[in-house]
Nanobody, 120 residues
Framework: QLQAYGGGLVQTGGSLRLSCAASGRAFSSYNMAWFRQAPGKEREFVAGLAWSASSGYYANSVKGRFTVSRDNAKNTAYLQMNSLKPEDTAVYYC???????????????WGKGTLVTVSS
């Protein structure tokens, strides 16, 4: 089971840190990723981190502003979001995969999302 939390309302330029807590499975052996879905849009990849990696992969739209990390001992992953923009407004989801791709269709398990709203 995955649960994303930490969303909320923030002003443009502000920061938020999302967390993704995993239970019931060997989180440390899975690659994990963050996705988001804005109203009326398709779910899109935001950031991904392999199970043993120290650096992540990012969508161009968030590169340099967002940082993905994980603490396998705590079965938790994080998404630090800085310099937030109104276009970052979306429901954010975490997901894990035993595969090697961060594509939407490759995710094995999804958490419930958390809403991030960035006001202008």
């Amino acid at each position: 089971q995955l649960q994303a939390y930490g969303g909320g309302l923030v002003q443009t330029g502000g920061s938020l840190r999302l967390s993704c807590a995993a239970s019931g499975r060997a989180f440390s052996s899975y690659n994990m990723a963050w996705f988001r879905q804005a109203p009326g849009k398709e779910r899109e990849f935001v950031a991904g981190l392999a199970w043993s990696a120290s650096s992540g992969y990012y969508a161009n739209s968030v590169k340099g502003r967002f940082t993905v990390s994980r603490d396998n001992a705590k079965n938790t992953a994080y998404l630090q979001m800085n310099s937030l923009k109104p276009e970052d407004t979306a429901v954010y989801y975490c997901a894990i995969t035993s595969g090697s791709t961060f594509a939407y269709y490759g995710m094995n398990y999804w958490g419930k999302g958390t809403l991030v709203t960035v006001s202008s």
